[in-house]
């Protein structure tokens, strides 16, 4: 019997989903990733004013360039493709796993939690390293950082190399704060998604709707927790702070922040932010939800009711 219940987790509909969310996600980043661009330079660049995104958008064109916009878009999207895939395969294993039809905002909110912890532990790195190739050639880089790796793999072995195991796994406590925001996320998706093919009477609703949900439950979880989302980004970053010690901590930042910039500061480039994550998640759930039903259409294959 317990055999049987772990194997629950390894199903083909499970990796049905996992691999629907992952190629959503890229597709939807790749799709608006200058927006992505124009957050990591608010929330890094201290001297850059708070502007709307599309004259941000026209300055770095016009002052580096517009190859500039996708600067470091292979390993974003390389740590977001793993990233989802691990967030997806657990989710939806873990539903599995319980095997109960009647979910609830609070079960969702309980294994999108737990998936998210796993997908912090194990992806940290990646996004530390990419974090880095992003902002490279800005002035916000030291010469090392800038010149010694270009890859996901040759900047993993790097960091590990000059600035030891520690460094790879910067930013981790913020992470699982905000392991919040795709739990809410989540939660909120899937509590109006079974509302809303409740009112189609069990049949699957047109594509828009799930563009439209995606969009409405990340708005309310960047909403929430975006000062968090900021100093993950710095700790991230490696950047340093005067009269802050090398090895802060997310509160000492945020406390930082908040008396050298005010509350506003703390909520510096959320314009971008929620226009990029909230279109981002909104196509990737609409990929996400398009592809798993082809496949599991194209194989004759009927996934479990959740």
């Not at 608010?42 to 996708?70: D, F, H, M, P, V």
């Not at 790879?168 to 795709?182: C, Q, Y």
């Not at 901590?249 to 226009?275: D, N, P, R």
Request: net charge positive; glycine share 6%.
């Amino acid at each position: 019997m317990e055999g049987s219940r772990h194997r629950n987790i390894f199903t083909y509909d499970t990796l049905v989903h996992a691999i629907s969310g992952a190629a959503g996600s890229v597709v939807a980043m790749a799709a608006f990733y200058p927006l992505d661009t124009v957050r990591s330079r608010l929330q890094l660049e201290e001297e850059r004013q708070s502007q709307n995104t599309l004259a941000i958008i026209r300055e770095l064109i016009a002052k580096e360039g517009s190859c500039t916009l996708y600067r470091g878009i292979v390993p974003v999207l390389q740590s977001l493709c793993a990233s989802n895939f691990v967030y997806f395969y657990t989710f939806h294993g873990l539903k599995e796993l319980r095997s109960k039809r009647n979910q609830t905002a609070g079960s969702d909110l309980l294994l999108a939690s737990v998936a998210g912890i796993i997908n912090v532990i194990t992806t940290t790195p990646l996004w530390v390293v990419n974090t880095r190739l992003k902002m490279r050639g800005v002035g916000l880089t030291s010469e090392r950082n800038n010149n010694e790796y270009n890859t996901l793999c040759d900047g993993l072995i790097h960091i590990w190399k000059y600035e030891g195991l520690k460094k790879l796994w910067a930013g981790t406590m913020p992470s699982l704060m905000l392991v919040a925001n795709p739990a809410i996320q989540f939660m909120t998706y899937e509590s109006i998604k079974r509302r809303v093919v409740a009112s189609f009477g069990g049949a699957q609703p047109p594509a828009w709707a799930f563009f439209v949900i995606g969009a409405i439950a990340k708005t309310v979880a960047t909403s929430i927790t975006y000062p968090l989302q900021l100093v993950q980004t710095k700790l991230r970053h490696g950047d340093k702070y005067p009269n802050l010690p090398p090895d802060v901590g997310t509160l000492q930042i945020l406390f930082y922040i908040l008396k050298k910039q005010g509350i506003s500061g703390l909520y510096k480039g959320m314009e971008a932010k929620l226009l990029q994550t909230v279109l981002t998640t909104a196509l990737m759930f609409l990929v996400y939800e398009k592809i798993a039903r082809f496949v599991f259409r194209i194989l004759l294959y009927k996934p479990r009711l959740r």
